[in-house]
């Protein structure tokens, strides 16, 4: 069992709700906003911009969106409150907590005032559904961003740092992932799902050219070494659901591209911002269903 939910990431996973949908796609454009407002300004640093790390939807996670500016990442939550209370349970922030703490990253929720709306029963009654029955506004104006550890607003043009920062285990992962779903794409096939946490797998589900469906471990890998699918070799068997589907193992070795002789030596240590290369050989089956 993985801190983040069940250890493997199966093909069927809970419907995201229209309410999360809709707070979620409010929270990403009000950022974007942010976003595009700030890029156009010119601050003193060689990766200047906010982008998007993760801006899609990823079950199980421990956030619902992530961006990155200069040498900081932020994990964000997305928080409705009503006169009852607030949806960012106890369990979710220590789990957000949590993942912060062990990847750097910085954790912060979106809050959303929410409210029902109990004056538009004719709407129901006639079949309108563009009338929802309840409203939803963001808190503030700007960034609406708050530390989910101290619960008070924060500036990520003031908090955001300069400092030569280690890429962690969840942004190596993710990354990989990356790589492995463009390729995958590029190949003219269909990226169903993914999840990026480094202890869940398998992290991708797609569907072939011939419409097979099929699942894929990805690792990161620090040398040519690790690069070994045997240890996933019967995976199906610890986890019957993924035995209808054919199975491939990717591995992605990410080489700095600053200190690398071209042949075999280089540094280990992968920095936020840094140039890279990408080693890549594409899927290895592993399993036919």
């Not at 699942?215 to 690069?227: F, G, L, P, R, Y």
């Not at 070994?228 to 019967?234: F, H, L, R």
Request: some cysteine; overall charge negative.
């Amino acid at each position: 069992m993985s801190k983040y939910g069940d250890i493997q990431y199966l093909i069927d996973r809970p419907e995201p709700s229209e309410i999360f949908l809709k707070a979620r796609h409010m929270a990403g454009s009000q950022l974007q906003d942010q976003f595009n407002s700030n890029n156009n300004k010119s601050v003193n640093s060689s990766y200047d911009g906010f982008k998007w790390i993760k801006a899609e939807i990823t079950y199980p996670s421990f956030d619902n969106l992530t961006f990155a500016f200069k040498n900081s990442i932020f994990s964000v939550v997305i928080e409705l409150i009503d006169e009852k209370g607030s949806s960012f349970s106890k369990q979710q922030r220590d789990r957000l907590l949590e993942a912060c703490e062990e990847n750097n990253l910085i954790p912060c929720t979106f809050k959303l005032n929410f409210k029902e709306i109990t004056n538009n029963f004719l709407s129901r009654l006639t079949g309108d559904k563009n009338e929802l029955d309840y409203e939803l506004k963001a808190i503030e104006q700007g960034w609406n961003l708050f530390d989910a550890r101290t619960n008070q607003k924060i500036d990520p043009l003031n908090l955001a740092s300069n400092e030569r920062t280690r890429m962690s285990k969840w942004e190596l992962s993710n990354f990989a992932i990356q790589v492995v779903r463009n390729d995958i794409e590029k190949e003219g096939n269909q990226i169903l799902s993914f999840c990026d946490l480094p202890e869940v797998n398998p992290q991708i589900w797609f569907k072939n050219k011939k419409e097979e469906t099929g699942w894929v471990i990805v690792k990161h890998s620090k040398n040519e070494s690790e690069k070994d699918y045997k240890e996933w070799v019967g995976l199906e068997d610890r986890s019957p659901q993924l035995k209808p589907f054919d199975g491939y193992f990717a591995s992605v070795q990410l080489i700095p591209s600053v200190g690398w002789n071209g042949v075999s030596e280089f540094p280990t240590d992968l920095f936020r911002g840094d140039g890279m290369y990408v080693n890549y050989k594409g899927l290895e089956r592993i399993y036919v269903s």
